[in-house]
């Protein structure tokens, strides 16, 4: 079965431990994501990769770490300066040359931080 | 700039039509999506219109797009309970594979 997975379902940290989320795709996408979910904010885009060895800051990523060794996989580490990381991450992964660019999603991650 | 707003809760009775609102601000977006989530889970794409149409039908959703406004709508006709979920609205920038969603609304199906 091809799909994305992101592992696990439910973290939890201590204040100022950094923590790594990892995200894994067999569907041969060139572009994967990293999104995090508030409530009543909708989705906010932290990071995002093209292509294995190449990545992009999205909208808030300050606090925020990523690597693209290979295409399947692209973790994020939630360092310990972000000030808030106590939210739902998702992961995605899209087509990167595609006109409607339609993004897989994960089933995500929720982090807290006590 | 970019911005994406819903309104953020909509209620309806079974088997009625549902009607979800979202404008947006950036006229050169290329493509718009509707995806739903449910509790705890992923986005799943719905179903998304080209900037250059103005309806797209696809079973029990309609598609509407009003591009002078910046106005898009998704209807679900003949609601079930199954459709209670958060839907978002997203929007496709003209250049890159970014997408911008807005902050969801809450569909409530009472039986």
């Known amino acids: 079965d091809g799909g994305i997975t992101q592992s696990p379902k439910y973290l939890f940290r201590k204040e100022g431990q950094n923590v790594t989320l990892s995200c894994e795709q067999n569907?041969?996408?060139?572009?994967m994501y990293w999104y995090r979910q508030d409530p009543g904010q909708g989705l906010r885009l932290i990071y995002y990769?093209?292509?294995?060895?190449?990545?992009q800051k999205g909208d808030i990523a300050e606090g925020y770490s990523v690597s693209r060794e290979k295409k399947e996989s692209f973790p994020l580490t939630v360092t310990s300066a972000q000030k808030n990381p106590t939210a739902f991450y998702l992961c995605?992964?899209?087509?990167?040359?595609?006109?409607?660019?339609?993004?897989?999603f994960g089933p995500g991650t929720r982090l807290t931080v006590l | 700039g970019e911005d994406v707003e819903q309104s953020l809760f909509l209620s309806v009775r079974e088997g009625d039509s549902s009607v979800i609102n979202c404008t947006y601000t950036?006229?050169?977006?290329?493509?718009l999506y509707w995806y739903k989530q449910e509790p705890g889970a992923g986005l799943q794409l719905l179903t998304y219109i080209f900037s250059n149409m103005d309806m797209k039908q696809d079973q029990r959703l309609t598609v509407l797009l009003n591009k002078k406004d910046k106005h898009l709508s998704l209807r679900i006709a003949d609601t079930q309970t199954g459709d209670s979920a958060i839907y978002f609205c997203a929007e496709r920038m003209e250049y890159g594979n970014k997408l911008v969603f807005g902050a969801g609304t809450i569909l409530r199906v009472k039986s």
């Open positions: 990769s093209q292509i294995v060895n190449d990545f």
């Open positions: 950036d006229s050169s977006s290329t493509y």
């Open positions: 569907l041969n996408h060139d572009a």
């Open positions: 995605a992964s899209s087509i990167a040359a595609s006109f409607v660019n339609e993004q897989f």
